[in-house]
């Protein structure tokens, strides 16, 4: 039988604001432990939260640029339970009225469009984290470090519209592509900032109802969760196919196993009594607000990679790995028009000193400066990543690196026939031997040259010339 | 003020005389520590007293008055904090062993306002743990005691003031004071430990209604922290005490008349509509008709909120910690099952219970409902009528202990001021008259929202009408 895949995946973002989302601590990463906490966030008697208008504009920019619904009145709610690393015991959470419903996302694979829905968008806050000291099991004792508590968070979740791990992969980078263009996250799957549980479930191709799902977690790279997925997805079937039924439940990924392993009770068995939290206000975001947001969404990735293939004439893979970063296809486009030449040359060398670039160590003119003195002969391919090196984190012309290092090629036919003219001059007995037959010796005469001009002159145009006079 | 002991001076009387230098802030503060220390022993009102600290802030404020300037209009006046607000570094118990050694990092929007207009803190005020209760004898620190009558309970929850059922106007109606709930969101919650977050308001008690009004002018007020607290200009509170109340038309609803009145308060809460109408008032007979299911709705809401405001309270960060637990469920479980008392523990119970999955529509979803219904009713009368007046309480003070093991006839004793809470609307007890055993009875007046400026100058004109005993004879 064959079987297909369907998949769901629930994102949850850091949002990049300066401070949490009920109160005035900074987010900021990498402080000694429960520096960035204050009575609110670590849940004193008597503290309130203040909703944060940033990380709701967020939001608001996320749920536009994915073509969601920004919904009038939304409510954020109180999920209950003991952690201690929950100093409130509740975590607030918009529930059953989310932020933003009814999106999606399209994402273009071999040529075709699919188009994955977005479910929700919603708000909540993070949790702490606990230190355990010694291994886990056997700690003595745990420490609570609260800076994360209250730093705020989107939730993303999409239909199970998802149905091979690639998609889900194309899906998730295009997701992270948008938030990171909007500037509302960084993005940083390793980091925290961007993680993704899936749901997954498989059944025999053709047949509509769903079968029995298993959550997927701890999978922190996106080739992890392509790897978490093909596994969970093999397993699913093979179970089936032994004549057994899938369990529905919680698994985590083992990387360095490569396998899912059920994640053992805690969290199974919770009743979050979720409700709306009294101390907050519904949120309502009107019209004119989502309006003037969307305003400040910029061009996104599916649509400059479409831009830069038509406009620029770059294949679309290209395309694809320039608008992997705004920053990177800005200084594409800034570079090609710096230099009016063959932009695919540009865009190659965009894409080779990619991190460089996104470093912001190079500018836009540097690579328009070697690729226009590589069309025009003035430098060799060779002088050209010699010269890009050397212009890195630098900030100095790279014409004046070329000129200082005089890694400018003879590409005057004149000054090169007189050279060759000379060469051949000085070795007779090469040129009759050449002229009877012995071609090879074409190679030693472009060494006399090189050897001649300290290898400044353009090896193209010497053999171009040698052929000439030879022939 | 000659003659007149100074535990017996108006807040007013007290703030005028320290500004026109008749006495000092110390002589005030010293004479009222000093009967601190003698009746406190009887009547265990104040859980914490800071004689030091007070003795110190009323000199900083006689040197500010010597030096031309008052910070405020409480400057110098002595006051006392519900131990529900929090005061920076000064032990705020909530009357709870598990908050029993509890010095908060901050302090309360309500403690700062009342520093700022230049008050000096006596102590903080013994109050039903967490403010659950009727007759503070829940309260981890023992119970308190009514002035009038040691062997009754002085009302509940407080202590002076926050009112999530009727803990500001009850206590006062009990003891003989005036007790004032603003509506919900005037007066900031940041930093008042949270029973019942959509019903809690924190309030003044005062000796008269201009004390009160001068208090609330002092703590209400927009605050950028409470996202409740509503952006309304703040009035003139005392003004509105001196307000005539003629044409005033004063709703009785007759839902609050019916059986459980006692006929003692049943008289004088006449009295009170008396007075109202002998100055020009007029009496309008109206109904609030869903009055019944107040009570049930309020056992609900408060203790659904109270059971996800109550977990933080688990031992890890401060307060309490039971020790010798062997994991961390334990300690939890055990800290939480040492550190709260039975109420409290029974409301978060309710509460959980309330919220749970597959209950969640038919108690607190069923409850936010009637709710509404309860709001419209108020709404709906006071298209008619510019005050509500009833009694606040169903009979004067009982006796320590004598419904503190019946939760249910205990929380009948709030049966009058629970709709407002529920409604959010503002309410004041105010003395009207005494019981044959010479225990006082208060009226309740509500009003709309916001228009506190209205209960305030009808409760003034009863005060003035009625004169009753201010203080409780002094026991033997």
Redesign the interface.
Same mark, same amino acid.
């Given at each position: 039988m064959e079987f297909e895949a369907v998949i769901g995946l629930e994102v949850h973002a850091q949002l990049a604001t300066e401070s949490k989302i009920f109160c005035a601590c900074s987010t900021g990463f990498g402080a000694p432990p429960n520096e960035n906490t204050c009575p609110v966030c670590t849940g004193m008697p008597g503290v309130l939260p203040v909703l944060n208008r940033k990380a709701v504009e967020f939001a608001i920019r996320t749920a536009v640029a994915t073509s969601c619904r920004v919904q009038t009145r939304s409510v954020f709610a109180r999920k209950n339970y003991f952690y201690p690393d929950l100093p409130k015991a509740y975590q607030i959470s918009q529930y059953e009225l989310p932020l933003a419903v009814s999106g999606h996302i399209d994402i273009e694979r071999n040529g075709t469009t699919r188009r994955v829905g977005i479910t929700r968008i919603h708000l909540e806050e993070d949790a702490g984290k606990l230190v355990h000291a010694g291994a886990f099991a056997g700690a003595q004792t745990s420490l609570a470090d609260l800076n994360r508590c209250s730093v705020p968070l989107m939730e993303i979740v999409s239909e199970p519209d998802i149905r091979t791990p690639e998609e889900g992969g194309a899906y998730l980078r295009r997701l992270r592509d948008i938030l990171v263009y909007l500037e509302v996250c960084d993005g940083n799957m390793e980091e925290g900032s961007f993680r993704c549980d899936a749901n997954v479930s498989v059944r025999p191709k053709g047949q509509k109802e769903f079968g029995t799902k298993a959550e997927l977690k701890n999978m922190n790279s996106f080739r992890n969760v392509e790897k978490a997925l093909e596994h969970e997805i093999r397993r699913q079937i093979e179970v089936i196919e032994d004549g057994g039924a899938v369990v529905q439940e919680t698994r985590l990924w083992d990387a360095d196993a490569g396998v899912t392993i059920p994640m053992r009770g805690k969290e199974e068995a919770h009743d979050y009594r979720y409700f709306p939290d009294p101390d907050l206000l519904p949120l309502h975001i009107d019209e004119a607000w989502v309006e003037e947001l969307r305003k400040t969404i910029p061009e996104l990735p599916g649509e400059k990679i479409a831009r830069l293939a038509s406009r620029y004439g770059v294949p679309r893979y290209d395309a694809e790995l320039l608008s992997s970063s705004r920053l990177l296809a800005d200084f594409f486009e800034a570079s090609a028009a710096a230099f009016g030449g063959n932009p695919k040359v540009t865009a190659n060398e965009c894409i080779q000193w990619k991190e460089a670039i996104v470093a912001g160590r190079l500018s836009p003119e540097t690579i328009a400066h070697v690729v226009e003195d590589r069309e025009t002969g003035t430098i060799s391919a060779t002088a050209s990543k010699t010269l890009v090196e050397a212009a890195i984190g630098t900030g100095k012309p790279v014409r004046q690196i070329r000129d200082e290092k005089g890694l400018t090629q003879i590409s005057d036919a004149g000054a090169l026939e007189a050279i060759v003219d000379k060469v051949i001059a000085g070795n007779p007995k090469e040129v009759e031997s050449y002229r009877a037959g012995k071609t090879g010796l074409l190679s030693f005469f472009v060494g006399q040259i090189m050897k001649e001009t300290r290898g400044k002159a353009n090896p193209r145009m010497v053999q171009e010339v040698l052929k000439a006079r030879l022939g | 003020m000659a003659g007149i002991p100074v535990h017996e001076w108006t807040l007013l009387d007290a703030a005028r005389a320290i500004r026109e230098r008749e006495v000092s802030s110390r002589e005030l503060t010293r004479a009222l520590l000093e009967r601190i220390d003698r009746v406190n022993p009887r009547i265990n009102a104040y859980i914490t007293v800071l004689p030091e600290q007070a003795m110190r802030d009323a000199a900083a404020c006689d040197e500010e008055i010597a030096a031309g300037g008052a910070r405020g209009p409480l400057h110098g006046v002595p006051v006392a904090l519900k131990a529900? =607000?929090?005061t920076k570094g000064i032990r705020?118990t909530?009357g709870s062993r598990i908050?029993h050694d =509890?010095d &908060? &990092?901050?302090d309360?929007t309500v403690t700062g306002k009342i520093r700022e207009a230049g008050a000096v803190l006596l102590g903080k005020q013994n109050m039903d743990e967490f403010a659950m209760g009727s007759s503070t004898e829940t309260s981890w620190f023992g119970p308190a005691r009514n002035p009038w009558a040691t062997d009754r309970i002085p009302g509940g929850s407080s202590g002076g003031g926050t009112d999530t059922g009727g803990s500001i106007r009850q206590p006062a109606s009990l003891c003989g004071v005036v007790g004032m709930k603003p509506t919900y969101g005037r007066v900031s919650?940041?930093?008042?430990?949270?029973f019942?977050?959509?019903l809690d308001q924190g309030g003044p008690i005062a000796r008269t209604v201009p004390d009160a009004a001068a208090v609330l002018g002092v703590i209400a007020g927009h605050d950028?922290?409470? $996202?409740?607290s509503v952006d309304v200009p703040v009035p003139d509170y005392l003004a509105a005490t001196g307000r005539s109340v003629r044409g005033m038309r004063v709703g009785l609803p007759r839902e609050y008349f019916a059986d459980g009145l006692d006929d003692s308060v049943r008289t004088a809460v006449e009295k009170a509509l008396e007075a109202l109408v002998s100055l020009g008032a007029e009496s309008v007979e109206i109904s609030l008709p869903h009055t019944e299911y107040a009570l049930a709705t309020y056992y609900i809401i408060g203790p659904?909120?109270a $059971? $996800?405001n109550l977990?933080?309270?688990?031992g890890?960060?401060?307060g309490y910690r039971s020790e010798g637990a062997k994991g961390?469920i334990e300690m939890?479980s055990r800290t939480r099952g040492e550190g709260f008392g039975a109420e409290v523990k029974r409301r978060i119970m309710i509460g959980?219970y309330a919220? $749970?999955?597959g209950y969640?529509e038919a108690y607190?979803g069923k409850a936010q409902k009637v709710r509404t219904l309860l709001r419209r009713d108020f709404q709906e009368a006071f298209a008619g009528v510019d005050v509500i007046l009833t009694p606040t309480a169903p009979t004067p003070a009982f006796r320590i202990g004598e419904k503190v093991d019946d939760p249910l006839t205990m929380y009948l004793s709030d049966i009058y001021t629970i709709p407002c809470n529920l409604a959010g609307i503002p309410g004041i007890s105010v003395p009207c008259g005494m019981s044959p055993d010479g225990l006082p009875i208060g009226a309740q007046l509500l009003g709309k929202h916001f228009d506190e400026e209205a209960i305030f100058a009808a409760a003034a004109a009863i005060e003035r009408e009625i004169p009753l005993p201010r203080v409780a004879p002094e026991e033997g």
């Open positions: - | 529900i =607000f929090c705020t909530c908050l =509890f &908060p &990092p901050y309360a919650r940041y930093g008042m430990v949270a019942a977050s959509s950028r922290r409470d $996202s409740t659904a909120e $059971s $996800s977990a933080r309270y688990d890890v960060r401060y961390l939890m959980t919220l $749970s999955a969640y607190y």
